[in-house]
């Protein structure tokens, strides 16, 4: 118990961790922020999964993942997405990358919490809790394409596109509904959303 961890003072760290690297944004992201949004958006597709479509999913769990599921940023950095998928070897590298971070943050814990945390940095990609985070993922990077276009920021214009048409391929009846109940807002001004 006196053992002392760096664990969360590391993820702490997620705050300095810019996202975009290569655009200009008219209000910059962090990759703690963006983890909030992706918990907050998968939390909601969970809760349509279970709610509206009578699914088994673990809201929690799904919020849980979606807190954790960039922290290895936190050592590695953010990759900007055209480096990162420019082909399957540099793709390949970054993902055992992250393994090699997550591990060593895994490692900072006192031996009581690893195998919860273990759950959450090493998820079961085949779960549906896993699968709506990665959906939630691509829908915050949506959002912010979308905020950044209203504010009159071109920059995002190409982004927005290609984020649009990965979600419309997305095999995901909680993101259909989102997209369509849900998403159209963040398009609104704030006198518009009253």
């Known amino acids: ?31 703690l ?13 969970a809760m349509i999964g279970k709610n509206i479509f009578g699914k088994e999913i673990d809201v929690n769990k799904c919020s849980t993942l979606a807190i ?13 997405t055209p480096i990162k998928y420019f082909n399957k070897d540099i793709q390949s590298a970054y993902k055992d990358l992250e393994g090699v971070s997550n591990k060593k943050l895994l490692n900072m814990l006192p031996n009581e919490l690893k195998p919860e945390m ?45 984020n649009k048409e990965l979600i419309d391929k997305m095999d995901s009846e909680e993101v259909v ?11 609104l001004t704030l006198d518009e959303l009253e």
């Open 118 to 162: 273990e759950s959450y940095l090493f998820p079961d990609k085949n779960s549906i809790e896993y699968k709506l985070v990665k959906y939630a993922d691509k829908i915050a990077a949506y959002i912010k394409c979308v905020e950044e276009v209203k504010f009159g920021n071109q920059e995002f214009s190409n982004a927005l596109k290609s």
């Open 68 to 80: 954790y599921h960039d922290c290895s940023e936190v050592l590695t950095g953010d990759l900007p």
């Open 33 to 45: 922020e963006h983890s909030a949004m992706v918990a907050q958006i998968a939390s909601a597709l």
């Open 177 to 187: 509904y989102f997209m369509k109940v849900f998403a159209p807002g963040y398009g």
């Open 1 to 31: 118990m006196d053992k002392k961890s760096n664990f969360f003072a590391y993820l702490g760290r997620m705050k300095y961790i810019k996202r975009w690297s290569l655009m200009k944004s008219t209000q910059e992201e962090n990759i």
